[in-house]
């Protein structure tokens, strides 16, 4: 897989993912002695030549071949939040299948602290380079899992406790009203069609952002992530 973007190719760089990498000439010495401190090997090329490689130009001047990006498994969450000693957080996603948008939320779940994401095999984008490149590294540090089943694993979630939250706009109860301690899973829908019914149906509650405006929706990516820290305040190892 050809992996761009600075923040995805140093982490694996860093990780020992990619021992090579492609720099566009003209890219600022600070930026090339970062590179370089990894120990990769620079080959130098022109910018052109990176677009037509990547099919975009949004590769930020660097690009490395790495293996492709791996699926961790809904377990390694589970074990990576008692490991942690810490309540299970969550992220579930419902049919987001827009690369950006997935990879925003894999961020947003990373620097706020989630144990993981799960995404069901059929309804989701795959683990792409453009996954990657927006994420910004994040998915070389949270498991990014797949289930066959989303209502199912809500069911077996369920059943160790685990309080399930879905969003919805149209939802009665208020995000700033809402007990999120304890072990937790959010579940974030698709932009336009929002949470399936049978997804609604399997959870605890449904819960909104309360918004002020005149457009009465959230970019999905968005919602995560004001999700994700109304979730995290307060929240304290059991």
Known sequence: ??????????????????????????????????????????????RIELDQMVGTTQHQGIVAEVA???????????????SRGEPLLVVLLDGITDPRNFGAIIRSAEVLGAHGVV?????????????????????SHLPVAQTKNLPRLIDQLK?????????????????????FSGKLALVIGAEGEGLRRLVREKCDALVRIPTRGQVQSLNASVAAGILLYEATRGRTPQ
């Open 68 to 82: 492709d990006l791996a699926w961790a498994s809904v377990d390694d969450i589970l074990d990576r939040a008692e």
């Open 119 to 139: 995404v069901e095999e059929r309804r989701s984008a795959p683990l792409s380079p453009v996954v990657a490149k927006t994420a910004a590294g994040a998915t």
């Open 159 to 179: 059943e160790e406790n685990v309080w399930v939250y879905g969003a919805a706009g149209e939802a009665a109860q208020d995000l700033g009203r809402t007990d």
């Open 1 to 46: 897989m050809l992996l761009y973007g600075r923040n995805p190719v140093l982490e694996a760089l860093r990780e020992g993912r990619a021992d090579e990498v492609l720099l566009a000439r003209g890219v600022e010495p600070a930026f090339t002695r970062e590179v370089e401190a990894t120990g990769a090997r620079v080959r130098w090329s022109s």
